[in-house]
């Protein structure tokens, strides 16, 4: 059974960091593209940041760009995400997600696995 558990998700104040974790079980994803989605209360869920199968290639949405770090320790089967300057806009469920292929765009289409999401909430 495939599994993506994240973790690291908490309450913390505007200009704080926190580092969410996304370990994949089931199966390796060590050739997949993997994301960060988000959703916060009343919207849809956006697109935060993608990396492609090696860890070379990042991409990110403009509201988090230079402020996010997205990164990945293949062997351990896990991805990060680093959140500096975290701002009250930030507030979310954080969604981890697998694609297919070695690299995936923004679009939720592209990705065919997803974790639970875990909750971070940023304080003004």
């Known amino acids: 059974q495939v599994q993506l558990v994240e973790s690291g998700g908490g309450l913390v104040q505007a200009g704080g960091s926190l580092r969410l974790s996304c370990a994949a079980s089931g199966r390796t994803f060590s050739r997949n593209a993997m994301a960060w989605f988000r959703q916060a209360p009343g919207k849809d869920r956006e697109f935060v940041a993608t990396?492609?199968?090696?860890?070379?290639?990042?991409s990110y949405a403009d509201s988090v760009k230079g402020r996010f770090t997205f990164s990945r320790d293949i062997p351990k089967n896990t991805v990060y995400l680093q959140m500096n300057s975290l701002k009250f806009e930030d507030t979310a469920v954080y969604y981890c997600?697998?694609?297919?292929?070695?690299?995936?765009?923004?679009?939720?289409?592209?990705?065919?696995?997803w974790g639970q999401g875990t909750q971070v909430t940023v304080s003004s």
């Open positions: 990396i492609n199968w090696s860890g070379g290639t990042t």
């Open positions: 997600a697998a694609a297919r292929s070695v690299v995936a765009g923004t679009s939720q289409d592209d990705y065919a696995y």
